[in-house]
């Protein structure tokens, strides 16, 4: 789930060596193994023993093997062989886990109707040490969750009971139905499905909680958290949890069951995947989903957040407010079931979870997007892997817990992982395709060289580029506003660097420049520009969760920052002119007098928002304290201060033309005295006017 949290919190953030904090240098107790080795769990030859059932080959099966690339290990047809992919797999997990800090993970793999591969590394908690296992232990899969009520949403479809190009007002509540806020057009049971319904997206203060008396039922939050609608329906595709949430309430009221029951009975019940629910650990309270069943609280993976002192366990993350969008768990185990149901086009192991409609479905890109942009299949994310393949699937991301999900039909191959740490999103994110790179791919030569062309043309491209998956106002806005930019540049050599604070990253032109398509200077990631009269308008990444678009300077944040070192400058200019001012320059009228006076009130004023930011911001090295005691008491106060400071500047504003005529010299300010007057209103004034365009001022909204 990925904006300031990713999240934020978004997401939606997403190699490594033996090095932990003190709490992990202790040996590992007997039958277990440290982090980064791995847990005493099947590996591969031992799957083979023990392979899931498999299904005749449908559809999606491929039954006769194709060529290999040149160059490649294996053609598509053709699998793994077990021990090199365990040995592949245990190589890349082992190092990750050590350098990029990451307590455990687990891995599942299939091919051509079975499992192939389920192994658990590291640990599912540390105090007491308890050692992942693949088919025992669940980790919070997040928005992979997703996946789950698309498939309800089109086993509605299918059963005559839904249609995707309908209002999805039609199968809600009233209470919970999309407002119009101002939009001609309905939004529809696909614009939820591609992402394109056109809510901003909040999540600060609601998307996840600790403290279960403040769980509601998921009628109450898509009332209390409705959204606004910033764009047309189906103009831009940009990541929404309350959409998705709204698919999950629509299914519930067309089927006429409860969303967890529904799930369980539609889709866990019949592949068997008793270590799966959307149910969360908690005591019975009216009103809201039975709890998890007692068996499986035992082998809930601890969530954790790599610190310079190790590891630190986070509270359990409630997301049963907004279930649909992501409050599943699962182990490896389980969701290789998931993924060969997938591959199956619906069945496995003599279940019917879906049709052909759905089958084709999950296969069919609902939006027409440049090569290599993802195009939501029907709520699935469509990715490029190496070697010329196509995955289909989904990434998760709560706080702490980190998971991927591609299947490559082409391939028969299915690939899941999760971890349990807050920096595991860039593992889960390159595992598929390394593994796709390894057997099936052609060696490439990296890296890939730059443009001259590109190098020329660096205007067009390079620039700030602001996502559309933010907040579009209040406190919540400033934030997302401020951490949810990317920036784009070109390099002597012709390459484009792209960094949105967090990670760089390098790219070449694919193809015709004026195509405006890139691809990663190394692997396989692609990004591509809208244009307009040859300069780049808006970005799209390969994930296809927001659009960067081109903003103007006021919406930078290098240029708040200006406005802000100004504002704190000619405030202390202002409270020191006090202290050091002669006699001479006392002299002034009454009108002169009270504007001084709230000039320095103001700089007071100015001087304590600026602190109280910088001491909040100080505060929120973990973002699941920003999520949780959202917004706080600094930045409520921080804006408060903000606001009056804004308001007095209207005032100063007004007074300015008597300021400047003055009276007698006798009694009148100096002309120099004047102008910084007149100058420090005029910065003060700029600097309101963009706080509130970014939606600080508004300390009651966060």
């Not at 995707?164 to 939009?183: F, I, M, S, T």
């Not at 529904?262 to 039975?290: C, S």
Request: positive net charge; contains cysteine; glycine residues 10%.
């Amino acid at each position: 789930m990925r904006s300031i949290l990713y999240a934020a919190a978004a997401a939606l953030a997403l190699s490594l060596a033996p090095a932990f904090g003190v709490a992990q240098d202790e040996p590992p107790a007997p039958g277990q193994s440290a982090p980064g080795q791995s847990a005493p769990a099947r590996s591969a030859p031992a799957v083979a023993a023990a392979t899931l059932a498999a299904r005749p080959p449908g559809p999606s099966a491929l039954t006769a093997p194709n060529p290999a690339a040149p160059g490649a290990r294996l053609s598509p047809g053709q699998p793994m062989p077990p021990l090199e992919l365990e040995a592949f797999v245990d190589g890349l997990m082992k190092d990750a886990m050590a350098r990029e800090h990451i307590a455990g993970a687990a891995v599942s793999i299939v091919q051509n109707g079975q499992m192939v591969f389920n192994k658990g590394y590291g640990f599912a908690g540390l105090a007491p040490r308890r050692a992942v296992d693949p088919d025992r232990t669940l980790f919070r899969i997040g928005s992979i969750s997703k996946t789950f009520t698309w498939i309800a949403v089109m086993k509605e479809v299918e059963a005559g009971r839904m249609r995707l190009n309908q209002p999805v007002n039609l199968y809600l509540p009233e209470k919970v139905q999309v407002r119009d806020q101002g939009y001609d057009q309905p939004v529809r049971v696909a614009n939820l499905m591609d992402h394109s319904a056109g809510f901003e997206d909040r999540a600060l203060g609601q998307l996840f909680e600790r403290n279960y008396d403040r769980v509601r039922p998921l009628d109450l939050y898509l009332r209390q958290e409705r959204p606004r609608r910033v764009h047309a329906p189906g103009a831009v595709a940009s990541y929404s949890n309350y959409g998705a949430a709204l698919a999950g309430e629509a299914v519930t009221y067309t089927s006429g069951r409860p969303f967890e029951r529904l799930i369980e009975d539609e889709i866990l019940l019949p592949l068997g995947m008793a270590h799966t629910t959307f149910r969360e650990a908690h005591g019975v309270r009216r009103g809201l989903p039975g709890p998890m069943p007692a068996a499986l609280v035992p082998d809930i993976a601890d969530g954790y957040r790599w610190t310079p002192v190790g590891f630190e366990r986070r509270d359990y993350e409630f997301i049963g407010q907004i279930a649909p969008a992501g409050a599943a768990s699962s182990t490896a185990g389980d969701m290789a079931r998931y993924m060969l149901m997938q591959l199956g086009d619906g069945q496995y192991g003599g279940a019917t979870v879906y049709g052909a409609l759905a089958a084709r479905a999950f296969r069919e890109p609902l939006r027409k997007t440049p090569t290599g942009i993802n195009g939501w299949a029907h709520g699935f994310m469509v990715s490029d892997l190496s070697g010329g393949h196509r995955g289909y699937g989904h990434g998760g991301a709560t706080q702490s817990f980190m998971s991927n999900m591609v299947i490559a039909p082409d391939l028969g191959l299915g690939v899941f992982i999760a971890t349990n740490t807050d920096t595991g999103r860039p593992l889960v994110e390159r595992l598929p395709d390394q593994l796709v790179q390894y057997f099936y791919a052609a060696p490439q030569v990296f890296p890939r060289s730059g443009s001259p062309d590109l190098a020329r043309r660096r205007s067009d491209f390079a620039g700030y580029f602001l996502s559309t998956r933010r907040a579009y106002s209040g406190l919540e806005g400033f934030l997302t506003q401020l951490h949810g930019g990317l920036r784009a540049d070109v390099t002597r050599d012709g390459r484009l660097v792209t960094d949105d604070g967090d990670q760089t990253h390098t790219w070449v032109p694919e193809g015709r420049l004026d195509d405006a398509r890139f691809i990663a200077t190394q692997g396989a990631g692609r990004i591509a520009f809208d244009m307009a009269d040859g300069r780049a308008t808006a970005l799209r990444t390969a994930s296809g969760t927001q659009l960067f678009e081109r903003a103007p300077v006021w919406k930078q944040p290098a240029a708040l920052g200006l406005l802000a070192g100004l504002t704190a400058a000619a405030a202390l200019a202002t409270l020191g002119g006090v202290a050091v001012r002669n006699r001479r320059e006392f002299r002034e009228n009454q009108i002169q007098s009270r504007a001084s006076l709230v000039q320095n009130i103001q700089a007071v004023l100015w001087l304590l928002a600026l602190a109280l930011f910088g001491l909040w911001t100080s505060k929120t090295d973990d973002i699941a304290l920003v999520m949780y005691r959202w917004p706080g008491a600094l930045l409520v106060i921080a804006s408060a201060s903000a606001l009056v400071a804004a308001c007095l500047t209207v005032i100063t504003l007004l007074a300015l033309p008597a300021i400047s005529r003055g009276g007698r010299r006798v009694d009148s300010w100096t002309h120099l005295r004047k102008v910084y007057f007149s100058v420090t209103v005029l910065i003060y004034a700029a600097f309101s006017v963009v706080l509130a365009l970014w939606g600080a001022l508004s300390p009651w909204s966060g």
